[in-house]
Structure formats: structure tokens, C-alpha cells
């Protein structure tokens, strides 16, 4: 039977890849526009650290999904999936492609799968969690959370604090582990057909170089001053925790408030946002190897593969 419904484009991949670079390169040929699927660039002011398309790109190709919150505003994944589809159905409206490019897994699929309709966040809950955390530790956190629920604990790495703060609240909530919900989340029914495309060097060490090559260009831009304004708004001045929110815990953000509190000196702040980053690399790859119907492609060194698989799916570019 035929499939008519609405094609997408998913760019899937870890940071550093060449999503952005081949998601505008694509958006460019088959009139399409971006949708960022990226839990930082929904923060404004997270531009140089987070990588987020200039301006002069973003003049080139719309996108969608970027500074949409201040960096002290929540921002959930289930509000990412009503968020994007707008944004995708707009899309659709105007006769173009929507091309979904990012990291975020999380963000993936609660747009593309549905999540489960688990307990809300409580605020006296994580309040208690947090207390917890700063008194022991979030290793401790992680050692509970391996107790009560082993299969998330495996999922989620010691140091992850939003996880495992979010996994124990959903425990002491529901008494029902998150793995169990997310197990039983029904699989709402794709409105889109969508080629999932795993962007990625098959040598992680080609992507180690890339990392610390973006992360010493990010340096040069002005990354450390960019932080310093963050610092200086209103918002985060006067937040009790700020190393708690989301935004400041993106990967390079929490190492570079670190050391403008104070702590440590340049060259280990440098070591350690980069450890950081491929961290978060290798986190990425595990959700990856999920994704069971991914396309894996190096967009720079197979960008002919990766050409002639999207104009398979899409046919020949829109003239």
C-alpha cells in the first residue's frame, strides 16, 4: 500500500558531527527548513557554547525551536513534541521540507514515538532531592536509583543529575519506576514518514578531534564571555541554584560557571568541558545503536552515500 503521509528528514547524531552544516546544506536543495531538535539551543543566550547557527545562517534557511526560553524557564521534552509538530505542520503548509536535526534523543522520541504519561514534575519533591544531592552527593542518588531501578540506572551515567533527580522523583511519586513507565508508553501513530539518519564518524577518535577543534574555536570566539553575560542576567543572578537548571548544566556552560566562580584554571577548565563533551558524545551513541532504523552515514566522509539515500527517499530536488 502507499504511503502518502508527509516526508521529514531526522538528523540524528552526537554533538560536533556535522548535523547543522549538512542539515542547511539539505534545507538549501530541497527547500526545506530546520527544525532544531537540541535541549540548549532552546535557551537564548546559549549561542557560542551550544553551537547554534549564526545569524547568517539562520538568514539563509528558517529555523525553528531556537530561543524559545530564557535559561531560568523549564522546558520539557513533552513540550518539545507539541512545540516541533507545529512547527513541522507549518512546514508542510508552506510546500517545504521539514528537516528535524539534533542530539536531543529524549526530544526524538517524544516527537516521533509519544512518551508515557507519567507524574509531573513536583517542586517540593525535586526541592528534597536536590537537598539530598548537595548533602551526599549525586553518586549516592545514583547508587538509590540503582536499587530501585536498575534498568534506568544502567541508562543513565553517575553524574547526569536532571536524569537521575527526574527518575527518583517519578519513583517516590508513583512508587513505580520510570523505566516501567517508559516501558508502557503507548507508540502514538506517526503522522510523518521519516528517514532517521545517524550522523556520525565511524572512528570515535575522528570525533574526539572534532570536539576539541570546535571546543578550542568556541574559546577563540569568545565562549568564557559569552558566560559572563549569562551570569550577569537578572534571571540567573538571582537564581538560588543556577548550576541546577537545565541550561547552565549543557555541557561546556557548567565547566565554564565553574571557573568563573572560581574553581580551577584555564587548562583544566578547557580538560575538563571537553571530557565533558565526549561524555555526552558517548552517551549519544548508546540512544543511537536504539534506533534500530537509522541510516548510519559520516556526513564528511561519505556525504555521496549520504546524497543519494536522501534523494531516494525524496526523489529528485524541487526546481
Not at 536509583?145 to 551515567?157: E, M, N
Not at 552517551?283 to 539515500?309: H, K, M, S, Y
Request: hydrophobic share 45%.
Amino acid at each position: 500500500m502507499l504511503d502518502t503521509r508527509p516526508r521529514v528528514i531526522a538528523l540524528m547524531g552526537p554533538t560536533a558531527s556535522g548535523k547543522s552544516a549538512y542539515a542547511l546544506a539539505l534545507a538549501e536543495r530541497f527547500d526545506g527548513e530546520i527544525v532544531s531538535v537540541d535541549s540548549a539551543l532552546v535557551y537564548r543566550g546559549l549561542d557560542i557554547g551550544a553551537a547554534k547557527p549564526t545569524r547568517e545562517e539562520q538568514a539563509r534557511v528558517p529555523h525553528h525551536l531556537m530561543d524559545v526560553r530564557d535559561p531560568w524557564q523549564p522546558y520539557s521534552a513533552a513540550e518539545f513534541a507539541v512545540d516541533a509538530a507545529i512547527a513541522i505542520d507549518g512546514i508542510l503548509s508552506r510546500g517545504k521540507l521539514p528537516i528535524l536535526a539534533g542530539g536531543t534523543g529524549l526530544y526524538f522520541r517524544a516527537l516521533l514515538e509519544g512518551l508515557a504519561q507519567m507524574p509531573e514534575a513536583d517542586p517540593a519533591q525535586r526541592a528534597a532531592i536536590t537537598a539530598e544531592a548537595q548533602a551526599k552527593g549525586w553518586a549516592a542518588l545514583h547508587a538509590e536509583l540503582a536499587r530501585v531501578d536498575p534498568a534506568a540506572a544502567l541508562r543513565i551515567h553517575a553524574t547526569d543529575a536532571q536524569r537521575i533527580q527526574r527518575a527518583l522523583e517519578v519513583y517516590r511519586l508513583s512508587g513505580r519506576a520510570i523505566s516501567e513507565w517508559q516501558r508502557d508508553a503507548p507508540q502514538a501513530a506517526p503522522c510523518w514518514k521519516a528517514l532517521k539518519l545517524a550522523l556520525a564518524p565511524p572512528d570515535r577518535a575522528a570525533l574526539h578531534a572534532r570536539i576539541e577543534s570546535r571546543f578550542d574555536a568556541m574559546l577563540a570566539e569568545g565562549f568564557l564571555d559569552e558566560v559572563r553575560d549569562l551570569r550577569g542576567l537578572p534571571g540567573l543572578a538571582s537564581h538560588p541554584a543556577p548550576l541546577q537548571l537545565p541550561a547552565i548544566r549543557a555541557v561546556g556552560y557548567r565547566q565554564a560557571w565553574q571557573l568563573l566562580d572560581g574553581g580551577g584554571d584555564a587548562n583544566t577548565f578547557r580538560e575538563r568541558a571537553i571530557a565533558a563533551t565526549r561524555q555526552l558524545a558517548k552517551r549519544q551513541f548508546t540512544w543511537l545503536r536504539g534506533e534500530l532504523d537509522a541510516r548510519w552515514f559520516d556526513p564528511v566522509t561519505q556525504r555521496t552515500q549520504l546524497d543519494t539515500a536522501v534523494a531516494g527517499f525524496l526523489g529528485p530536488p524541487r526546481t
